[in-house]
């Protein structure tokens, strides 16, 4: 079973987990910040990364790359089409777009550029949903849209909900929020899927 490390509260372990959740992977989360950690923290983490891969001794870091593995890997929902140009178009907002929304001002150094960060990206996503769908990839969520999520839901408890006025973006993400897999992966990050 793939184990997911990380510490509870990093929005990339949370991708990572969304992901697995989303795509119907069993996976254990193993929390590196826990009172007693599992021992698999120092056996397969000894750095604590957030978020680290453990695949039966493969290793991975960084969420996109983690995120990308499992869909590739694992049989389960596809989180990328199969039609090279709308693959490609999920491809772009991923280095486009999600990269612009990987902020959260309460964690950021500078917290006026954050903020500035935080509302371009809330306009660049209300550009990219002019096409009038229902997520970034359609009718249902894609990987962009996964590796959206926990920075949106951040900025929101920051107090930086995306704006009415950005209708598009207001509505996508009120349908986010009411995705089983957002909760069920924050809320108890150790409960998805595991077996």
């Known amino acids: 079973m793939l184990e997911i490390h990380g510490t509870r509260q990093c929005p990339f372990a949370w991708r990572a987990r969304l992901a697995a959740y989303d795509k119907g992977v069993p996976y254990t989360f193993v929390a590196v910040d826990a009172e007693r950690p599992d021992a698999r923290s120092a056996e397969h983490n000894p750095e604590h990364r957030?978020?680290?891969?453990?695949?039966?001794?493969?290793?991975?870091?960084?969420?996109?790359?983690?995120?990308?593995?499992?869909?590739?890997?694992?049989?389960?929902?596809?989180?990328?089409?199969t039609e090279a140009k709308e693959r490609g178009r999920m491809r772009l907002l991923l280095t486009t777009l999600v990269s612009k929304l990987e902020v959260s001002p309460s964690h950021a150094k500078d917290k006026d550029a954050a903020v500035k960060t935080t509302r371009d990206g809330h306009r660049s996503l209300d550009e990219a949903l002019r096409d009038g769908r229902r997520f970034l990839g359609g009718d249902v969520p894609l990987l962009p849209d996964l590796m959206l999520w926990p920075f949106l839901s951040l900025q929101q408890e920051d107090g930086?909900?995306?704006?009415?006025?950005?209708?598009?973006?207001?509505?996508?993400?009120?349908?986010?929020?009411d995705r089983e897999s957002l909760h069920a992966t924050r809320l108890n990050p150790s409960a998805g899927r595991e077996r």
Do not use: K, T
């Open 50 to 81: 957030s978020p680290l891969l453990w695949d039966d001794g493969y290793v991975l870091p960084e969420s996109l790359v983690i995120a990308q593995y499992i869909d590739e890997s694992r049989d389960g929902r596809p989180l990328m089409p």
């Open 160 to 177: 930086f909900r995306i704006s009415a006025d950005l209708s598009r973006a207001h509505a996508y993400w009120a349908r986010a929020r």
